[in-house]
């Protein structure tokens, strides 16, 4: 179960994930090391940020139904998110980076119970200059260069503070957020201002921040609008 606290009050999950591991940068549930450095060439990032020690990993097991995994899911996005925020000011703080691992089931599930989390979560923290990524098992990709990129052995949501010359790029689809976090500040607000905490509102307002373009895939399907 999730606990996370916003709005002053602790909100619990409803067991739909189960924690495996608490957050650690050597997780023993899941090969973090292995894939890092099979990745490290496509994104410099990540060696950095694990040598200062900068990168956690919590690893969940789906146990319960999708619509509460989603919620749950989203709470713990947030956590992360309000966990590297205050790190950004001090020494290496731009290097942190959270890390969601999902457990159990097949990775097409993973997918879907990621995307309208990360949907909503890009839009929240984007403007304060925090990027959220999602990943699933196997998933197939190419780099700006061409070159195919590692699969994922496992599915994971992701959040890091972003790299403002750059990282608008992976947000073609997405203009005005692109923009946004280009001149992104943390001026510390309250991302969650004039929107209620519950997922189904937050759910029912990211379904509104939809982008008409491009016109394929559908609208309704967020999994398929990428920011790494």
Known sequence: ???????GAPRPGAGALRLVESRTSAPQAVRVNDYIRAVASHCPFLMPSAAHGLTGWTVYEIVGA???AEAELFHAGVRAAEWIRPLTS???GRLACENIVLLGGAAA???ELMAWPHWALKHLYGPVGLMFGKFWTG????DRQGRRIPPPPFSFLT??????PVDPRFLADTPDLARSLSTAVDDGREVFQGLPYEWKAVKTWASSLLSPQPPSPPPNRPA????S
């Open 1 to 7: 179960m999730i606990t996370t606290r916003m709005g």
């Open 66 to 68: 999708a619509e509460s």
């Open 90 to 92: 001090r020494r290496h």
């Open 109 to 111: 599930d993973h997918r």
């Open 139 to 142: 998933e197939e990709g190419t």
């Open 159 to 164: 959040v890091r503070c972003a790299v403002r």
């Open 224 to 227: 398929a609008f990428r920011s």
